[in-house]
């Protein structure tokens, strides 16, 4: 079996987008359970946050795109009168959000979900439990992919074996590199949270990329 792979303590600040005044403030109790990486025993939060600045708009503008039934439906009228809705982001959404920023300190262990060696080991570890969720396999799209069950037991495990959290790819591009931070690692601040203009330019690149327009 191949060892398991810890991500290296990330040379730079890491980015949270989150509710001002602060946007790396932990998450009210009764609000979790939701998140990827969320523990599904409810014993501790998670802080999400993005190695790039750009990787924290498309985590959390996301949801504004339009469904795969309005796509659908939206080929099936395209040439005809009938007019179709503008998917739009508010524009209380970047006045109540702000982007914070945190280091990382050194000295404890992330479970680095990007290589193939680690999702080896969760395949032999968490074989009963793969096959208890109804799972055939364990690869990268189960990492990246839409099982809360499957990703939280994965947090779980990486929380009992001494991980301070964790490092994963986007599921929208590979090439950005996501961290969920467990409640008790340590970090600093570094600097004052930043508040989002409408002018943004990863607000404009990531509403370009989702097709989205802006209040």
Known sequence: MSPIRTAADPSKPLYRLGWLPDPLAW??????????????????????????????????????????????????VTGS??????????SAWHLKRGVGRLRVLPGQRWLDLRAPETRETLR??????????????????????PTRTLTQVIARWAYEHGHAGLAYPSRFDETLTLWAIFE???????GVPEPIEPDDADLA???????????
């Open 27 to 76: 998450a009210p109790w009764e609000s979790i359970g939701d998140g990827r990486f969320d523990d599904p025993q409810r014993r501790f939060r998670v802080l999400y946050a993005a190695a790039q600045r750009r990787g924290a708009f498309i985590e959390t503008l996301a949801r504004f795109r339009p469904s795969l039934e309005f796509l659908a439906r939206a080929a099936e």
């Open 81 to 90: 009168d009938e007019s179709l809705p503008v998917f739009t982001i508010p």
């Open 124 to 145: 032999s570890e968490l074989a009963g439990t793969l096959l208890e969720l109804g799972l055939s396999d364990l690869d990268l799209s189960g990492v990246t992919g």
């Open 184 to 190: 008790g690692a340590a970090f600093v601040t570094a």
């Open 205 to 215: 690149a990531t509403a370009q990329l989702f097709g989205l327009t802006r209040e």
